[in-house]
Every structure is written in structure tokens, then in C-alpha cells.
């Protein structure tokens, strides 16, 4: 992805405030003190969802977005993708979006799933003759060959999701926004949506996802951002932003830290690769460079029969 390519989305200072309503109360009290009772269920609190974010997203740019539960990555996908309004700032894009937020978003579950792909089209300014041009390709994509003229509510999830990303990936986008409905699939499919996503990246479709997979995140993207309690704190190379977030998950749970260091020495004892990379990144730390003078430091000591210096 060229640095000086043409800037496909621009996000500038964008929040978004929820209003949280507060807790109802007891019978009782509400009868005896219905004034107080009133004002305790109307007192709002804001939710700060996304809060002053910008950033710029080039043409041909795989972008991937991560963060913990709750740090505001969805609520950020569904203001670029124009479903949500910002409370402040603005999303400004350039070309053809299409989305795949949501398990079965936009599908009607009386309609078949040929007539949903269809109405799926149209809705995004696409004509039926169009649709009906791409829809033996979506349909071999999602495997749905003996259901496709069968109502949606008879559909598995994984049949929803199937259709949804064949539909979203085949409506030749130019920039294709992509949530975690990806890890509903099962393994064979998830491969074959990254391939697909793949092949856009190649056609120069402008990738917008958010995910939990962060292998995923470093194999496509060609940035990554970090996002903690609404705000991004991170934008860079994609394995620079997974560090800093397995870091930042690890100093918050003693379980995941375990977990992470028990699955470094898993993959440094089998992969002659990964032991590689530890052992080039290893000599370039400060600590490791420090610890590792101090002992030679103490030998030259012991072989001059003196006490090492400080």
C-alpha cells in the first residue's frame, strides 16, 4: 500500500455518547417517595463509547482495529459504516462501502436468501439486473447452492454468516468494512473468507476490520490501531499494536500472562523460526544488554582474582 496513495476514509475527532438510564427502584419506595423515585430513574449518566478519535485510512490500506471487550472497536466500525450518528467529528469516505458488521444484519428471515442478496444490493445503490450477475458466484462462495431459494429463518447461523460475507465481499466494494462475525465460521470457511480478502486486498479494495483474531491482524494489515476504554492510543505496524496489547492484557491478569509465557516457551521449543526471532529480539533488549554486561563484567573479574567494579 503506497504512503502517498489517496486517503479513502478521513476520521476526524469522532465521539460517540450513550445515555445510560439510571436503576429502577423498590416497590415500596417508589410509593412512599414517588418524587425521589422519579428523579432517581430519570438521574442519566453518559457512556463515552468512542471518544475523540482521528486517523487517516489510505486507498488499497488493509487497516485492522483491536482492543479488549468493550473498548469501543464496534461502536468505531458501525460510525465509519454511517449505521450510527457521532455525537462529535466526522467520517468522511471516499467510494463504494460495503459491511459486514453483524451475524444476519439487513436479512429478512421470512425472504429466501436469494431475495435477501438481491435486497441487499439494492440497498447499497447496486440494480437487480447486477445483483442477479453476481449472485451464482456468492452462492457457490457461501456453499448454499440447496438453500438459497429457502426462507432465512430455517438458515443455521453459520449458513447466516456465510451469506452475509459472500454477499459483502462480492458487491465489489471499495472499501469493506469487516467485524468478528468471522469467527462464527468454521475453520474451512474462515480460510476461505482470508483468501478471498486476500485477493480484494490485491484489487486494491480499502479493508477496514476489527478483530480478536490477532494472527490475522499481523498476516493482512499493513497498520493496526489499539483501542482501550473508546480512545486509540496506539496506531503502527501491526505487530508493534499486538505487542503492546498482549502487554497491556498481561499486566491485567496474571491468568493471561501465564498463559502468554507458557505459550511463548511452547512455540520457541518447536519452531527453530520463532526461536530465531526471540533470540534476535532478546539481544536487542535494554535489560538483557544491561544483565548480560554485569556478567561479563563479573567474569573478567574472577579471572583477574579481583572484586568486580560497583
Keep these: 500500500m503506497p504512503s502517498e496513495a489517496p486517503v479513502a476514509m478521513s476520521v476526524r475527532g ?3 455518547r450513550f445515555h445510560m438510564v439510571g436503576p429502577g427502584q423498590e416497590l415500596k419506595t417508589m410509593l412512599v417517595h414517588p418524587l425521589r423515585a422519579w428523579r432517581t430513574a430519570h438521574q442519566n449518566r453518559d457512556l463515552w463509547a468512542v471518544r475523540d478519535v482521528s486517523f487517516d485510512i489510505r486507498e488499497g490500506e488493509f487497516f485492522s482495529i483491536i482492543g479488549a471487550n468493550g473498548s469501543g472497536k ?7 459504516a454511517g449505521l ?6 466526522t467520517v468522511e469516505s471516499k467510494g463504494r462501502v460495503s ?15 436469494r431475495e435477501n442478496a438481491i435486497l441487499n444490493g439494492l440497498l447499497i445503490g447496486m440494480t437487480r439486473a447486477e445483483m442477479e450477475a453476481l449472485l451464482p458466484a456468492i452462492v457457490e462462495f457461501a456453499g448454499l447452492q440447496e438453500f438459497i431459494d429457502q426462507p432465512m429463518r430455517t438458515y443455521s447461523s453459520g449458513m447466516y454468516v456465510r451469506l452475509g460475507f459472500a454477499i459483502a465481499a462480492f458487491m465489489e466494494p ?13 475453520a474451512r470457511f474462515q480460510e476461505k473468507c482470508y483468501d478471498h ?3 480484494l486486498q490485491r484489487q486494491g479494495v480499502t479493508i477496514i476490520m476489527v478483530s480478536h483474531d490477532l494472527s490475522a491482524v499481523e498476516r493482512f494489515s499493513d497498520r493496526a490501531a489499539l483501542m482501550e476504554r473508546g480512545r486509540m492510543v496506539l496506531i503502527g505496524k501491526p505487530q508493534q499494536v499486538v505487542t503492546r496489547h498482549l502487554e497491556r492484557l498481561a499486566e491485567t491478569s496474571p491468568e493471561i500472562r501465564r498463559a502468554l509465557e507458557d505459550g511463548i516457551e511452547e512455540l520457541i521449543a518447536t519452531s527453530p ?3 530465531e526471532r526471540f533470540d534476535e529480539a532478546l539481544s536487542e533488549h535494554p ?7 554485569e556478567k561479563r563484567a563479573r567474569g573478567e573479574a574472577d579471572a583477574a582474582g579481583e572484586p568486580p567494579a560497583g
Design 287 to 293: 535489560e538483557y544488554k544491561r544483565l548480560l554486561a
Design 14 to 16: 469522532v465521539s460517540k
Design 99 to 113: 459491511t459486514l458488521l453483524e451475524l444476519g444484519s439487513g436479512f429478512h428471515p421470512q425472504v429466501s436468501g
Design 197 to 199: 480478502i486476500a485477493r
Design 174 to 186: 471499495e472499501i469493506l468494512l469487516v467485524d468478528e462475525v468471522l469467527a462464527v465460521g468454521d
Design 84 to 89: 450510527s450518528k457521532p455525537t462529535a467529528g
Design 273 to 275: 523460526e520463532a526461536k
Design 74 to 80: 464496534s461502536s468505531l466500525l458501525r460510525l465509519l
